[in-house]
């Protein structure tokens, strides 16, 4: 008995076992059907895992650091609707990374504030005037963390943060954004932030592990596999094959904040800052490029297709590389690529065989150019103007290339290299490409009248 009241309601009612169905069973023989219903759609403090429900001592901020799909936003969105359900006088502030995020995730989600109210619940949005009000007299205001200013003036009772390491740091909003904040929590008896967020190495988020360090912060932590028996099957599958040999896969999946490489060219942040996972524009130039590997033991042949739109920007959108593969395969590989994307030039670094590179891939049935390239300078000396392209916002990655950015992530400036494998043949054969695209100067063909 003593164990069964040490345990939350939610795993109470959760707990496997003969004599727990038989409770089970008990309790739906009991209730009346609307309360059987309401039991079943609306009784998250009953369903939730317990790490979706507040800390049960006393806390200031907590903090809900966990992988994708684990269930934060909903654990944000039913705090929310709690709040405002039991507290007429609440004053809650709900801080995105910009509007559109907060509208259409935090708010109007599938996990938002309006789903998880149900009924006469749900309180009145007015987008207009960036507001929720709720029957009983609660507020709560939407705040763009990209707009740190609009939060000084007002004061919060509540507040729910999403997606924090995704703040726009540029000028240190975030960290402004996250200040000015923590200024207007001074209504009520006991003030209080809930953060959700997938960990990154951003300095607000560094900031947040340390006051939770010195014990300021509560922490929940979690992955995506905690949330298996609502997600879909497939896609479980497809994250757990694609990402889970990676660093990628340990932060985005498991929820675990990836220390960052010192000195990196490259860090997570600034690669996530610019992902485009929207439509791209036209293409004005695509390229393949190939890092051949010096041997088909081990090495990768680093295969990456970018492209130059319209708009001057750059945009990475395929890692088509292979390991352990002979120079057939990698060809045949490489060809494949470029007649996917319709590329109009491969790109290959020659050091390693020279013109066998050149002959290969024709063998491979590539009709296109082929441009021979000679890597004069080590890896991280190439790849240190492209970084700088990163960092002015010329680059966007339009997917999820879990490998690439691992070893993007290792290269160091000033030499060396601390990512994952031997070498970064991928993170070489982006470079390639890029180079190509953005550094390589193209003369405008001339007409000469003689």
């Not at 609307?34 to 800390?55: T, V």
């Not at 207007?184 to 300095?203: H, I, K, S, W, Y």
């Amino acid at each position: 008995m003593a164990n069964r009241r040490s345990l939350s309601r939610g795993g109470w009612l959760r707990r496997p076992g003969d004599e727990a169905d038989g409770e089970r069973e008990e309790l739906a023989r009991r209730l009346k059907p609307h309360e059987l219903a309401a039991l079943g759609s609306y009784y998250w403090e009953g369903w939730a895992r317990d790490a979706q429900l507040p800390p049960s001592e006393a806390w200031r901020t907590w903090l809900i650091c966990a992988g994708r799909g684990f269930g934060k936003t909903r654990a944000g969105a039913e705090w929310v609707r709690d709040v405002a359900r039991h507290d007429g006088s609440a004053r809650i502030a709900l801080v995105g990374a910009n509007l559109a995020e907060i509208r259409n995730v935090m708010v109007e989600g599938d996990s938002g504030v309006l789903a998880a109210s149900p009924g006469a619940l749900a309180p009145e949005f007015e987008p207009s005037l960036r507001r929720l009000t709720w029957e009983n007299g609660a507020i709560a205001w939407l705040y763009s963390a990209g707009e740190p200013e609009t939060l000084r003036g007002p004061q919060h009772s509540h507040a729910w943060c999403d997606e924090i390491a995704k703040w726009d740091n540029s000028s240190e909003r975030a960290m402004s954004a996250w200040n000015n904040l923590q200024l207007t929590m001074r209504l009520g008896d006991g003030p209080r932030v809930v953060a959700t967020t997938t960990p990154r190495q951003t300095a607000l988020m560094r900031r947040i592990m340390a006051d939770a360090k010195a014990g300021k912060v509560a922490v929940a932590r979690g992955g995506t596999l905690d949330n298996r028996e609502v997600l879909p099957a497939d896609y479980l599958a497809a994250m757990v094959e694609q990402f889970e040999q990676s660093n990628f896969g340990r932060q985005e999946l498991d929820g675990e904040m990836i220390a960052a490489v010192e000195g990196a060219l490259w860090s997570r942040a600034l690669i996530e800052r610019y992902r485009h996972m929207d439509a791209v524009p036209q293409a004005r130039r695509v390229i393949v490029a190939v890092d051949p590997p010096a041997s088909s033991s081990g090495d990768a042949c680093g295969i990456v297709v970018a492209m130059l739109g319209v708009d001057g920007i750059a945009y990475v959108r395929a890692d088509c590389s292979v390991t352990n593969a002979t120079p057939e395969r990698w060809a045949r590989a490489v060809a494949d690529a470029a007649h996917a994307w319709q590329a109009d030039r491969v790109v290959a670094e020659a050091n390693q065989g020279g013109q066998m590179v050149a002959s290969v891939l024709r063998a491979a049935d590539i009709a296109l150019p082929v441009k021979l390239v000679h890597a004069s300078r080590g890896k991280t000396a190439r790849a240190e103007p492209i970084a700088a392209l990163y960092e002015a916002g010329r680059v966007r990655h339009t997917g999820l290339f879990a490998a690439l950015e691992d070893e993007m992530c290792g290269l160091v400036a000033g030499g060396g290299y601390e990512g994952p494998g031997r070498s970064p043949d991928r993170a070489d054969a982006l470079v390639w490409a890029l180079t190509e695209l953005m550094l390589v100067k193209r003369t405008a063909p001339r007409v000469r009248w003689i």
